[in-house]
């Protein structure tokens, strides 16, 4: 008698359905005659690993309109509102606003989190805020933390030791944002010590780079060559890129192989991006994110992000990266059949070799950590933006939802509505 087993699922990458037993925390062997405590019918429903968000900025979310609007909706106004809000921050405003999005994110079936804070703070308050709630939601959502400067290392007084304090106080991860900084040399530089920390510590790297649609933003080239040069291969991950939308393809190409030799993580924002960039185009206007296809194609692994809920520069969103990827089948013109189940590794085993997840992955005797969609299929998760019927760790179910029931009077018949063709 094991604890629980879920009948006829169906695991993303297969068409054929499968029981999946869960007993003691771990995924085991079912078959026809297993028994147990529960036995749940999924209905040929689809079942993935954990969600993983690999870039959100918690520290921002559930901002927007404080202290004024953006009302431009510019990246850079963006950064203007924040700068102003940080002055506001405390330890307490920063832990409940996190917690509720947290609990958004875990119903959405998301349990793994690499959250971007800024440290350009004197005090350091978002971080130390994030660092204590990591520890208190550890097992349920486990948070990865990145330093991140929003205003510049090299460009904000300072930066540099709080970018070491970060560290010190627990930072798991080293950021940058070398586009935002002053000069060209000063881009470069700032890549070159956060590498340098994150090396010094034995830490993984996220930068923001060349999140703009100046071609002539190519920072990503720097990053590329310290980590061969520092032997950093799969600890470096490189976000947004979307200059790299704008550049001449001759040198993308060239790029895009050292991107490959390097063994960097990408990862693209849809959301946040596909109203932020083309500010300055007057028609056609950019769709503002990286090269995704090319990437994929040099064998890269590109990860989708949700960037930020409810904040000054995304005003919508609810911490949901089925809603991102289903942004990035348009906006990324991904909607071939099989580009439309690689979709779902994006949000889920891309993401987990970035943050450098051991034991991730639905296997007999792994970890009985999984999502159930109210869907038969990837395309159809992504179509509907399914629910989660089920979200487990640890064996436990974690959240539940009872999705909501459609009926049309057709014909003079009550009818009910799946939305799934029959």
């Known amino acids: 008698m094991i604890d629980l087993i879920l009948r006829n699922a169906r695991l993303a990458g297969r068409d054929d359905l499968t029981d999946l037993g869960v007993d003691d925390g771990v995924i085991v ?8 405590s529960e036995v749940i019918d999924l209905d040929g429903r689809l079942v993935t690993p954990p969600l993983v968000e690999p870039h959100i900025h918690l520290d921002a979310v559930l901002t927007v309109g404080q202290p004024r ?61 994030l660092v204590d709630l990591r520890a208190e939601v550890r097992g349920l959502v486990d948070l990865q933390l990145v330093a991140f400067p929003q205003q510049g290392i090299l460009g904000f007084e300072g930066g540099r030791e709080l970018m070491r304090e970060a560290v010190r106080l627990g930072a798991d991860v080293v950021g940058g944002i070398p586009h935002y900084e002053l000069t060209r ?15 010094e510590h034995g830490l993984r790297v996220d930068i ?21 040069r ?28 050292n991107i490959a030799r390097a063994g ?15 500010r300055f185009d007057t028609g056609p206007i950019r769709r503002g994110h990286t090269r995704i296809k090319q990437l994929r194609e040099a064998g890269v692994n590109v990860c989708i992000g949700h960037d930020s809920v409810m904040d000054p520069w995304y005003p919508l969103g609810y911490g949901d990266p089925l809603q991102a990827a289903f942004v990035l089948v348009h906006y990324g013109q ?28 639905l296997r007999d005797g792994g970890p009985a950590d999984l999502v159930v969609f109210d869907a038969p299929s990837e395309a159809d998760a992504l179509r509907l933006i399914a629910p989660r019927t089920l979200v487990l760790r640890g064996g436990k179910v974690v959240a539940r939802a009872t999705p909501a029931q459609h009926t049309v009077t057709w014909l003079g018949t009550q009818e009910p509505v799946t939305f799934l063709r029959r």
């Open 69 to 129: 609007p953006n009302v431009s909706g510019s990246l850079f106004e963006g950064i203007a509102v924040w700068a102003e809000r940080v002055a506001d921050l405390t330890y307490e405003d920063v832990q409940a606003r996190v917690a509720q999005v947290l609990r958004w994110q875990l119903a959405c079936g998301v349990q793994h989190v690499r959250s971007h804070v800024d440290v350009c703070d004197p005090q350091l308050r978002a971080l130390r805020a």
């Open 185 to 199: 040399e000063d881009g470069v530089e700032s890549v070159k010590f956060a590498m340098a920390l994150a090396d």
């Open 264 to 278: 960097l993580h990408m990862v693209t924002n849809p959301l946040d991006n596909s109203v932020l960039q083309g």
């Open 208 to 228: 923001h780079c060349d999140e703009t649609d100046d071609d002539h933003s190519r920072f990503v080239e720097v990053m590329a060559a310290e980590t061969i």
């Open 334 to 361: 991904m909607s071939g059949d099989a580009e439309l189940r690689r979709l779902i590794d994006m949000i889920t085993v891309g993401p987990a070799a970035a943050l450098g997840l051991d034991g991730y992955g």
């Open 29 to 36: 062997s079912a078959g026809p005659d297993s028994a147990a």
């Open 230 to 257: 520092r032997g950093m291969s799969g600890r470096v991950t490189a976000s947004h890129t979307t200059a790299m939308h704008s550049y001449n393809s001759a040198y993308a190409y060239r790029l895009i192989r």
